[in-house]
């Protein structure tokens, strides 16, 4: 039964159908499939093999990138509502789209990866100035800083993530927080996180997932 559930619910994603994909995850349920199993062995799994698929494919389309985000992300909370034992959320990361770069298509996908592995997303939206990423970093109690830029000028730029680490070095709070970026001027030079601060990057939402529940880990181990 998995295997037609996995098959059945890939091609509704593959369609971007998100009325598809919650049709098929109702017939798992009534089917007796635990909501765990769902998120875990075909929610998951739908959104590595999209990704990977469109990190392979460059004229891959954007909608399908977009839409297999937001329904993993819908369908992970509808079912979370119904887990047995809340899974514990892994940690908290605050994420928004640099100063000045008002880009956000990026930005979503990674946080519908984020949601259906159990992290804790706090969306500041776009043009966010540095700032509010450190205050609302603290007031939420997050683990990471996720910065998105799509612009060179907001990724190398002094309102940007340059920023964001020079606040985190004067308020004495570095240990407390990593800064993770992302977005096209990262994977034109894959240094270039280093040079403006951040602790690490990804070049997609599936590794920037892994990447940011790596560095929630860290931090709270300290
Ligand atoms: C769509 C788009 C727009 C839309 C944005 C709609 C929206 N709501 O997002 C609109 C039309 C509004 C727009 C506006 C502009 N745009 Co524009 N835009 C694009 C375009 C075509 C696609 C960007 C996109 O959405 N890509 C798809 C997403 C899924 O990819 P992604 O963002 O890279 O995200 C993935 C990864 O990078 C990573 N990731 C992203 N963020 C993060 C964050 C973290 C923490 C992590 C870990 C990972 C991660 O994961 C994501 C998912 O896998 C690009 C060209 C291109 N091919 O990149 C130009 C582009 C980015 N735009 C550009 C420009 C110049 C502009 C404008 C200035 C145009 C103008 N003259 O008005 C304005 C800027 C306005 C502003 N101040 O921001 C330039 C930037 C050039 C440069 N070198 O800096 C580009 C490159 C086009 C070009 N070739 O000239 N744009």
Same mark, same amino acid.
Do not use: A, K, P, R
């Given at each position: 039964m998995l295997d037609a559930i996995i098959k059945a619910y890939n091609e509704a994603v593959f369609e971007t159908d998100k009325d598809a994909a919650f049709e098929v995850v109702a017939q798992a349920l009534a089917a007796g499939m635990t909501p765990e199993d769902i998120v875990f062995n075909v929610v998951i799994p739908a959104v590595e093999e999209m990704m990977s698929h469109i990190t392979k494919d460059p004229d891959a389309n954007l909608a399908q990138h977009f839409m297999t985000a937001q329904i993993a992300s819908a369908v992970t909370e509808k079912m979370l509502e119904k887990f047995q034992h809340p899974p514990e959320t892994i940690g908290q990361l605050v994420i928004g789209t640099a100063f000045g770069d008002l880009h956000s298509l990026g930005k979503r996908i990674v946080i519908g990866c984020l949601k259906a592995m159990m992290v804790n997303v706090i969306d500041l939206g776009v043009n966010v100035p540095a700032e509010r990423f450190v205050d609302e970093a603290i007031k939420h109690n997050a683990q990471v800083i996720g910065i998105s830029a799509m612009m060179v000028h907001s990724a190398?730029? *002094? *309102?940007g993530c340059r920023k964001v680490r020079r606040i985190l070095r004067e308020r004495g709070l570095e240990d407390r927080f990593r800064i993770v970026v992302g977005g096209a001027p990262y994977r034109f030079d894959e240094q270039l996180y280093k040079v403006v601060g951040a602790d690490g990057w990804a070049a997609d939402a599936v590794n920037g997932a892994k990447v940011i529940v790596d560095m929630i880990r860290e931090v709270k181990a300290l």
């Open positions: 190398i730029g *002094e *309102e």
